[in-house]
């Protein structure tokens, strides 16, 4: 799907709101659904021309809640909802009423994106292996860990002593 600028998204809700055309055919002569269409002039009706601003939103539990709240208590279609609290597209509240369905209100908590940053001088064990150390699952993993590190010394050892029986060898003069 192509990406609209702000202006080309107004042009097309004023080129509606002019009466001349339709929906359908505005949709049709800039190449998007007339769904993504009818959006857009659902957005500008409640926002004007910021709807159409770019911004880079992370929803807080709360608000997605009130949004949720709000959807059910007025009735509004999900689409409507979307264009009244200005998000940007209605598949993020669909989103939202499946995790709360299926998972809860803790599935609507917001997620870090990326990575974990990664700390100056850390040990890699984590907080886990640290207060269970004297568990039996922590000695038995321990034992294992030696019983590892063990073989893989023998095995080097035994590398190291073939190689010095090997006839190949060549002798420093």
């Known amino acids: 799907m192509a990406k609209f600028t702000s202006v080309e998204k107004i042009q097309a809700v004023i080129r509606f709101q002019s009466g001349t055309e339709g929906v359908k055919s505005i949709a049709k002569s800039i190449g998007v659904d ?9 957005q500008y009706e409640y926002h004007g021309e910021k ?20 959807m059910n208590e007025q009735g509004t279609s999900i689409r409507e909802t979307a264009a009244i609290f200005n998000i940007s597209t209605h598949s993020t509240l669909l989103q939202w009423k499946k995790q709360l369905e299926a998972e809860g209100i803790d599935a609507l908590e917001p997620k870090k994106k990326g990575c974990p940053s990664m700390k100056k ?4 064990t984590s907080k886990k292996q640290k207060s269970a ?4 699952e922590a000695l038995q993993a321990e034992i294992d ?3 590892m590190e063990n073989a ?4 080097l050892n ?11 060898r060549t002798k420093c003069k």
């Open 121 to 124: 001088g850390s040990n890699h």
């Open 145 to 147: 860990r030696l019983r």
């Open 34 to 42: 007339h769904s993504v269409l009818l959006n857009w002039i659902k």
């Open 51 to 70: 709807a159409f601003e770019k911004r880079y939103t992370s929803y807080t539990l709360q608000y997605k809640l009130n949004v949720l709240n709000y």
């Open 133 to 136: 150390e004297g568990t039996p």
């Open 152 to 155: 893989y010394l023998k095995k």
């Open 158 to 168: 035994a590398l190291v002593q073939n190689k010095e029986k090997s006839p190949n």
